[in-house]
């Protein structure tokens, strides 16, 4: 499902990625870990699709480049990007879902009880309040846009770092009940976070240990 092959990326003259070789089968469930500023969003971005890996390839769902990967994983970033639209076209992000699939991610990523208590519900206006939401509220409407869209593959970077202990437990097994049967790369510092993972690997001068 995931295949990297002598990957290497670099920040101007700062190699992060240093010929990184890893394949991950359709189903697994992958975790990364590694000291901070060690590369692992940057490696989660390549398998996004939002960056071009300097030499080697990277393939995912069959896709080797990286608009093309893009449309074919959903991703919840380390900080997610709100744009100026209702929560609803936020989770949606302009694609057409029955009601019931909209529905189902809300409750999943835990957003229905702030939600009911706003007059608008979904379909609240974030607009110029974007800002005004909590880490929280803004992590859980990336999460829910991520399980709209419903890839077959899910990266996850921190997702759920902004969520008090009670919520991240509830949200992170809500992740795991939806992705039983995706394959899943996760981005976290807390181990407890990857029980029952396929593997776990640290990401160390640029290579996957
Ligand atoms: N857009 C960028 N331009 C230049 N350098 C960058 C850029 N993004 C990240 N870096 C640098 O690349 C290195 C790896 O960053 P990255 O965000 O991938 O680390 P990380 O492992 O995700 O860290 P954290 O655990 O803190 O999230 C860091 O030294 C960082 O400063
Ligand atoms: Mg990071």
């Known amino acids: ?35 901070s500023g060690s590369g692992k ?32 994983v959903s991703v919840v970033m380390q900080s997610p990007m709100l744009l100026p639209l209702s929560i609803y076209d936020n ?7 029955p009601d019931s699939q909209v529905e189902r991610v809300v409750k999943m990523a835990r957003l229905s009880n702030w939600i009911e208590t706003l007059p608008d519900g979904l379909n609240t206006y974030l607009g110029d309040r974007a800002d005004e939401l909590s880490g929280g509220q803004a992590q859980r409407i ?27 437990k509830s949200v992170l097994e809500a992740i795991m009940d ?7 790369v996760h981005v976290t510092h807390q181990a407890q976070h990857l029980e029952g993972y396929t593997r776990i690997y640290s990401l160390r001068d640029g290579e996957l240990i």
Do not use: Q, W
Request: charged letters at 25%; one cysteine or more.
């Open 1 to 35: 499902m995931i295949d990297l092959k002598n990957v290497t990326f670099s920040y101007d003259n700062k190699m992060i990625i240093n010929n990184l070789s890893l394949n991950i089968k359709k189903g697994d469930k992958i975790g990364i870990m590694g000291e």
């Open 142 to 168: 990336a999460i829910a846009r991520a399980m709209c869209k419903d890839s077959e593959v899910l990266l996850l970077d921190e997702p759920a770092s902004a969520l008090d202990s009670e919520n991240s």
């Open 91 to 97: 989770i949606t992000m302009g694609h057409k879902y």
């Open 178 to 184: 939806y992705a039983a049967d995706k394959t899943v």
């Open 41 to 72: 969003s940057t490696l989660l971005k390549l398998l996004a699709g939002l960056y071009r890996a300097e030499s080697g390839t990277v393939t995912v769902d069959g896709e080797t480049e990286p608009e093309a990967i893009s449309r074919k």
